[in-house]
T-cell receptor
């Protein structure tokens, strides 16, 4: 399985960040599909995940601004983060759960895409 | 501030063993055996080295091992090699306020 992020690299403050992860080489009906971000020079932050039969779960700190959508026909899942500020500038990674039944380990990962919030 | 606490840096000479700690609480590390460790090179995506405290994915060197005692998990790298120089992050499932995944702040490993 391989994952690849795509989307605009620059977003204006107060607008919505939209990223897409394309999955190749495997089915999306099993496993958890996750978004994780890393601000420049900082650590990793779990954003949330989607599971085909178990639904979505989001980080409490981002829950009011984030939505994860899935298009199974295109083998893609997307991240929508609204009302962005400079604090949302980060490398955004998509990842699959390492195990199909648990969501707290991740492998493989996409290469990551830097999204910058700037006017 | 990260939910899990890691030392900012650890160093060692080639061939030595080093240990990185990851301290959480009874809501995460202390209760659940759901700790993972990731290795990250600059500009690259993380790679899982250990999952569920002490399990090693296929293909990961047996020089990497994980353990846990109380609220602290540990990653040990034995026979340190130059290629081990990287950032290492721990993560855990947590049931604090809302079930989710939390990460440590990361540890820079330097091979002297």
């Amino acid at each position: 399985v391989q994952l690849q992020e795509s989307g605009p690299r620059t977003v204006k403050p107060s607008e919505t960040l939209s990223l897409t992860c394309t999955v190749s080489g495997g089915s999306m009906t099993d496993y958890y599909w996750t978004w994780i971000r890393q601000a420049p020079g900082k650590g990793l932050e779990w954003i949330g995940h989607f599971h085909f039969s178990r639904g979505t779960k989001y980080s409490p700190s981002l829950k009011s601004r984030v939505v994860i959508l899935v298009d199974m026909s295109k083998s893609q899942f997307s991240l929508r983060l609204s009302s962005v500020t400079a604090a949302d500038t980060a490398v955004y990674y998509c990842a699959r759960s390492y195990d199909s039944s648990t969501y707290w380990s991740f492998d493989p990962w996409g290469q990551g895409t830097l999204a910058t919030v700037s006017s | 501030q990260s939910a899990l606490t890691q030392p900012a840096s650890v160093s060692g000479s080639p061939g030595q063993s080093i240990t990185i700690s990851c301290t959480g609480t009874s809501s995460d590390v202390g209760t659940y055996n759901y700790v993972s460790w990731y290795q990250q090179y600059p500009g690259k995506a993380p790679k899982v080295m250990i999952y569920d405290v002490s399990n090693r994915p296929s293909g990961v060197s047996n020089r990497f091992s994980g353990s846990k005692s109380g609220n602290t998990a540990s990653l040990t790298i034995s026979g340190l090699q130059a290629e081990d120089e990287a950032d290492y992050y721990c993560s855990s499932y947590t049931s604090d306020t809302s079930p989710r995944v939390v990460f440590g702040g990361g540890t820079k490993v330097t091979v002297l």
